[in-house]
């Protein structure tokens, strides 16, 4: 049997965990009732596990359950946040601040918004991938009904200031909405502490099943209105019509569970490995760190390799290494990712760029191979350059 690669994409997705397997079997079995089924046993059987779970997702962003909605993912949930909070406040004003930077789940339905007449400003980011605070100041408008800025860029991995843009927030009265798929989990989250009024999560990015995600919605200073985006049933108090998965649901709660319990740990080994990793490939010329060195998840390393083409870069690593060059979600363009020239990379380098993805499952002997995979890669393909030119 031939050696699978080794996965370094785990901003992509993740494995699902055993224990959060394990968590998830008698759902589909034993206990498979459905959650609305208030009159008879196999429905509070569910019920009640979803009640846990809730009440478990809440605990980890320090909010309450009843403001935990249920969703398919953070597409979904983004969709609900920012079409939601646009239709309910129509009527306050119709102008939307977000980032260049930001998932296309966010960036899409900001342009969707615009082709009905919203406006949206789109901030601009530093060369770290950061945004200027003052920039934000400036953008409000007497309009301004919602921020959304991304709590860990899915692709670099830079944390943005939460905190710092909730209080801005706050103090115009602006809902400020953050997409945390990347975030939850990895770094600590207070809703409360960082003003935040609606999040957006995923249990696939963190040891958890596909196909189920939540949202945060604040319901008291202030109470944030958001109008449905499905219809039919009324679930998830009107705000996410379709009946509840049970096995998902408790599967995210336990991967959610998990992660915070083995952070401190995680944090400290992954930020040592990214860091050995780095250390092997910078040894190398013309190679570029993308976002902030410090201020950024503690598994992601994003680099763009001068004198390289690409596309020939990552298939030569393909046998070796799964990993991408951005986003899994725009695989079907092929324009540069907007994210590095948003930084301001030059297009080839963007091209030529490779997002390592380290996870829980991340060895040392892992890194070690695939630094020293990705350094003869590197070498072979600028050699070749070097010899058509000749």
């Known amino acids: 049997m031939t050696q699978r690669p080794i996965y370094l994409d785990y901003h992509a997705t993740t494995p699902v965990d055993p224990r959060v397997v394990e968590a998830m079997m008698p759902f589909f079995t034993e206990h498979f009732g459905n ?7 196999y429905g509070w059987a569910a019920e009640a596990a979803i009640k846990q779970a809730r009440a478990t997702l809440a605990d980890a962003i320090h909010a309450t359950p009843e403001e935990i909605v249920f969703t398919s993912g953070a597409t979904e949930a983004n969709n609900l946040a920012l079409k939601g909070v646009a239709e309910a406040y129509f009527g306050k004003g119709r102008h939307l601040i977000t980032v260049q930077t930001e998932h296309s789940a966010v960036l899409d339905p900001c342009r969707y918004l615009e082709a009905l007449g919203f406006e949206v400003t789109y901030l601009p980011v530093q060369a770290d991938g950061l945004i200027d605070l003052s920039a934000l100041e400036n953008a409000f408008r007497e309009d301004t009904v919602l921020v959304s800025v991304m709590a860990a860029n899915n692709e670099i991995g830079v944390l943005q200031p939460l905190a710092e843009i909730g209080a801005c927030c706050r103090r115009r009265s602006v809902l400020f909405h953050t997409d945390a798929a990347q975030a939850l989990g990895k770094i600590p989250l207070d809703v409360d502490a960082m003003q935040i009024d609606l999040m957006s999560m995923t249990a696939h990015k963190v040891y958890g099943p596909k196909g189920i995600g939540a949202l945060y919605v604040r319901r008291r200073q202030p109470r944030v209105k958001l109008a449905p985006q499905l219809h039919g049933g009324g679930h998830e108090r009107g705000l996410r019509s379709g009946t509840l998965y049970p096995p998902q649901i408790v599967g995210f709660a336990k991967a959610v569970e998990l ?12 930020t040592t490995l990214r860091e050995r990793l780095w250390s092997a490939l910078r040894q190398l010329p013309e ?5 902030h060195s410090a201020q950024r998840l ?3 390393l994003n680099i763009s390799i001068g004198g390289v083409d690409g596309q020939a870069l990552l298939l030569g690593l393909r046998s070796t290494v799964a990993l991408s060059s951005g986003s ?3 695989y079907t363009t092929l324009a540069p990712s ?4 948003a930084l301001g990379r030059s297009e080839a380098l963007a091209y030529a760029s490779l ?3 380290l996870g829980r499952f991340t060895t040392v002997e892992e890194i070690d191979q695939v630094a020293e995979a990705a350094i003869a890669t590197i070498q072979s393909l600028r050699q070749a350059a070097l010899g058509m030119k000749g």
């Open 355 to 357: 997002r390592f993805g």
């Open 287 to 291: 190679l570029y760190l993308n976002g």
């Open 338 to 341: 907007h994210v590095l020239t």
């Open 328 to 330: 899994a979600c725009r």
């Open 298 to 300: 503690p598994g992601n």
């Open 35 to 41: 959650p609305a089924s208030v009159t008879h046993a």
């Open 259 to 270: 992660a915070l319990a083995e952070m401190p740990q995680e944090t400290l080994r992954q």
